[in-house]
């Protein structure tokens, strides 16, 4: 039975001081929790109905601290409005940049996407378009904040994070692979010319891209309104969505 001072130590979890204090996470759902049973994340421990544990017992590895917790408790626990079934208390990953630069055909940097909605969203678009590493300024939401796990919706288990100064990295990177950047002012990405391998910086919509990034990337490019008058219509598009949309066209380059 789960203790009320256990209780606590999850609700904690969602201040980041107390994630990084403890080197923990919370996931929540059944589809994440299936993953995780053969995921490369350590399970610390998992809380779940009755009915998930009869329904996956014998998945679930030994060793791992295993709750039965009633809608109730699950409720309290849970950072979600309408708690799915499980939730699960994970092992943080290291989240700094390796020595060498990931390998992958296509990476993505955020600068200051400091919106959890939007980097989770991100992050899963990612995921879509087969890009498994994304580099974050440290200005950027944190990617173990609840509401980043859960806009994921899973794709946290298949795309690193690091975090480190992008400027930093694609100084020493010159040479390997050409970085673009997303900006108002940029070339029509679906006529300029794209080429792999490529990094990809996407900027907040409040901020854009720094002038220490925006000063070294290769070529900015633009995802192009469909309106002629520059004064009608949103004045930017979503970065979650203007990543996908970028990412979309480098695929099918």
């Excluded at 050409?178 to 919509?205: H, Q, W």
Aim: aromatic share 6%.
């Amino acid at each position: 039975m789960i203790s009320t001072a256990q209780i606590k130590f999850i609700q904690s979890l969602r201040m980041k001081k107390f994630r990084d204090q403890h080197g923990l996470f919370v996931a929540e759902g059944d589809k994440i929790a299936a993953e995780l049973l053969s995921g490369r994340f350590g399970i610390e421990m998992i809380c779940a109905l009755s009915s998930w544990i009869e329904k996956n017992r014998r998945h679930i590895p030994q060793g791992i601290s295993c709750y039965e917790v009633n809608q109730k408790t699950l409720e309290r626990i849970s950072t979600t409005r309408s708690p799915n079934q499980v939730l699960a208390v994970l092992k943080q990953q290291d989240l700094s940049l390796p020595g060498s630069f990931p390998a992958g055909d296509m990476v993505l940097m955020l600068d200051r996407i400091s919106d959890p909605g939007n980097m989770g969203s991100i992050i899963r678009t990612a995921d879509w378009f087969g890009v498994r590493e994304i580099i974050c300024s440290p200005g950027s939401a944190d990617i173990y904040n609840p509401k980043v796990i859960q806009a994921t919706m899973g794709s946290f288990l298949r795309v690193r994070c690091y975090y480190s100064e992008l400027d930093v990295v694609i100084k020493s990177c010159e040479g390997k692979m050409t970085f673009y950047s997303t900006c108002m002012e940029g070339r029509n990405v679906f006529d300029a010319a794209r080429k792999l391998p490529a990094a990809i910086v996407i900027g907040s919509e409040a901020h854009g891209i720094s002038p220490a990034v925006a000063e070294l990337v290769d070529q900015k490019l633009s995802v192009p309104a469909a309106r002629s008058n520059d004064k009608e219509g949103a004045e930017s598009l979503n970065a979650a969505i203007a990543a996908g949309i970028v990412m979309a066209c480098f695929r099918n380059a």
